[in-house]
């Protein structure tokens, strides 16, 4: 892709908004394991109106990033708005926080879709991943939210639990899908582990702990979760809207993979900080984080950060056989 035509590429659609960097948690897949690269921040309401009244055919907004959503304080207020801009609207959440009171405001405020990052379907697997003992907490959380949702006869927000698929998990998927119907959950999603391919990893973010192939004794227990899933009515499906066999499977055989990645051209990603990089998973994916930044919504205006110089680079680049650090092995080791 030329500069010129980097420039002439229409404004987003989609946007996601880190309201927080902050997090309750320190899972061992998560790049907070390893280090954080920005100080803890939570974006405010009237810093939200402010980006998003920069993209005005906005209509897709994830309201999550590194941090844990339900720790700002204005969240409902910040679906609220978004709402009322026909926007729709979801965010990832690890459920600690998902108590009676924050399920009622999640249902006022007009949540689209509720993502609850699981990661496992015991408490054994759940502290082994996510360093917490709070599965059982976690699992009553989400069932009170489907409550309070099914008690007001409305199918929103939509309710999924999100497994990150490592080499210590997977086993618990057929029991993720049971836990799925037993307590409302629509659907599960597989998602693979994304780790760095421009340094070391830490904790389970490492290359030994990813899964392709997959080897048989995995594809059965792939198999045995989609037959699980529909027998009892709950969808499986893996990041990117593929099965979860394809998403585990050995990636694209194309010469240059992540050139059939549209993020860079589609959506951007807003830290807390203003920061915009060209996706939610650059961060995760490289130890160069300064290589991301393509500019902050707090010093230029977005139109000019999205028809920049650093954003037309990259493009050109992400097209190219050399593309950027974060991007070289997608679709081949870590995504789809």
Not at 116 to 127: G, H, I, M, N
Not at 141 to 166: D, Y
Not at 167 to 190: S, T
Not at 280 to 308: H, K, M, Q
Request: proline fraction near 7%.
């Amino acid at each position: 892709m030329s500069p010129r035509e980097s420039r002439r590429i229409p404004l987003p659609r989609s946007l996601y908004l880190e309201v927080t960097n902050r997090c309750n948690l320190k899972c061992r897949t998560c790049l907070r394991y390893r280090g954080m690269k920005e100080e803890p921040r939570d974006l405010s309401l009237d810093e939200i109106k402010h980006i998003v009244g920069q993209v005005p055919e906005l209509n897709r907004a994830a309201l999550h990033g590194i941090g844990e959503p339900l720790l700002n304080t204005e969240l409902a207020d910040i679906i609220r708005y978004l709402k009322g801009k026909d926007v729709y609207v979801f965010f990832n959440s690890n459920g600690l926080l998902l108590n009676q009171k924050r399920a009622d405001e999640l249902l006022e405020s007009g949540l689209d879709e509720l993502r609850v990052s699981l990661d496992a379907a015991t408490p054994s697997t759940y502290a082994r991943v996510r360093g917490s003992t709070d599965f059982v907490r976690v699992v009553r959380n989400i069932e009170v939210l489907a409550q309070v949702r099914n008690a007001n006869h409305g199918s929103n927000p939509k309710i999924s639990a999100w497994m990150v698929a490592t080499a210590d998990n997977v086993e618990d998927l057929p029991e993720m899908i049971e836990l799925a119907a037993r307590v409302g959950i629509d659907e599960v999603y597989l998602q693979r582990l994304v780790f760095p391919t421009d340094g070391p990893g830490k904790g389970l973010a490492v290359r030994q702990k990813a899964i392709t192939g997959p080897p048989q004794p995995i594809a059965d227990i792939l198999q045995k979760g989609m037959s699980l899933s529909r027998q009892l009515g709950v969808s499986l499906m893996a990041s990117g809207l593929v099965s979860p066999t394809k998403s585990l499977s050995n990636g694209s055989r194309e010469p240059a993979p992540w050139r059939q990645c549209r993020r860079p051209r589609e959506v951007a990603y807003v830290t807390a900080w203003g920061n915009v990089l060209p996706c939610c998973i650059a961060p995760f994916s490289s130890v160069d984080y300064g290589s991301l930044i393509l500019g902050n919504v707090y010093t230029e205006p977005f139109d000019e950060i999205w028809r920049g110089e650093k954003y037309c680079a990259f493009r050109e680049m992400h097209q190219s056989f050399d593309p950027p650090g974060c991007c070289s092995g997608c679709g081949t080791e870590w995504s789809l």
